[in-house]
């Protein structure tokens, strides 16, 4: 008996998951994403756009999901794994140093993070050193950090806020 009610909350969790994955895929699809784009997760902790970013930018585009946390690299891993996502990198960096070369992302993707990093400014360069010149930022806040994201991309000097929705901010 307690092995089925285990199997019931394994299959129940999964189900959870997946339905956060489905809720991710509606989320990113607002995003200008084509195929063949490089894309930047930047401080992806769950993972949960992995498969939604992998799918919007094809087989001929780059994922690479960023991370400060070991234990979200070991998440990542395991939904790049169990999906298949072969056009999907999982690194580790630093709030301030993605590890990354420069000029390698048409987009990067950072969620209301940002609004807790204490030094912005590093992270906007950082973000800068990454995309191309063409390149778009994404912040994906909630309402409570909208006005913060706001803020803190207005104060910088490399930025342009070229849009602003309900739950994410467009800057070039």
Not at 35 to 51: E, I, Q
Not at 109 to 121: A, E, N, Q, W
Request: aromatic share 6%; proline share 2%; hydrophobic share 35%.
């Amino acid at each position: 008996m307690e092995k089925v009610e285990h199997s019931s909350r394994s299959i129940l969790l999964g189900v959870i998951k997946e339905e956060l994955l489905d809720k991710s895929a509606n989320q990113i699809s607002r995003f200008d994403l084509r195929d063949g784009m490089t894309v930047v997760d930047y401080t992806c902790c769950s993972g949960k756009n992995l498969k939604a970013l992998s799918d919007m930018v094809g087989v001929d585009g780059e994922v690479i999901a960023v991370d400060i946390d070991p234990r979200g690299i070991k998440t990542q891993k395991k939904i790049a794994s169990r999906h298949k996502l072969k056009n999907v990198e999982i690194c580790y960096g630093t709030e301030y140093d993605s590890t990354l070369p420069d000029d390698i992302a048409d987009v990067v993707i950072v969620s209301d993070l940002f609004c807790k990093t204490r030094r912005p400014g590093l992270m906007l360069s950082e973000f800068r050193r990454i995309l191309k010149n063409t390149g778009t930022v994404y912040v994906d806040v909630n309402d409570k950090s909208m006005e913060e994201a706001i803020k803190r991309f207005e104060e910088s000097s490399i930025w342009t806020i070229v849009s602003r929705h309900k739950s994410y901010i467009v800057c070039k």
